[in-house]
């Protein structure tokens, strides 16, 4: 499965921010999604992740009421919506999959197929 996360951009705080993530070469159906953050100088941590088919949704607590994520298998496609954003989400955005056979997961080694990383920068 490749993955193509896009969407990133200079915000300033407050504003919004809808990340996608365009992915082919798979039956996306059968990956649940997750989208991951990395900082300067941070290690990557868990965002959001959604089940095959949108049923379950799991979010950290850092963004838990200002993020959804949501998926179109039809367009095979997966979006991260970001309201309310603040500084502290500035980080690079990435896509990943992670093949339905085992349960959902919110630790990054669960997944077998990661995107490129899309830039996201808050302004304060």
């Known amino acids: 499965v490749q993955l193509q996360a896009s969407g990133g951009g200079l915000v300033q705080a407050g504003d919004s921010l809808r990340l996608s993530c365009a992915a082919s070469?798979?039956?996306?159906?059968?990956?649940?999604m997750g989208w991951f953050r990395q900082a300067p100088g941070k290690e990557r941590e868990f965002v959001a992740a959604?089940?095959?088919?949108?049923?379950?949704?799991y979010y950290a607590d850092s963004v838990k009421g200002r993020f959804t994520i949501s998926r179109d298998n039809a367009k095979n496609t997966v979006y991260l919506q970001m309201n309310s954003l603040k500084p502290e989400d500035t980080a690079v955005y990435y896509c990943?999959?992670?093949?339905?056979?085992?349960?959902?997961?919110?630790?990054?080694?669960?997944?077998?197929?990661w995107g490129q990383g899309t830039q996201v920068t808050v302004s304060s």
């Open positions: 070469g798979g039956t996306f159906s059968r990956y649940h």
């Open positions: 990943a999959a992670d093949y339905y056979g085992s349960a959902i997961t919110t630790s990054s080694y669960g997944y077998d197929y």
């Open positions: 959604i089940s095959v088919r949108g049923g379950s949704t």
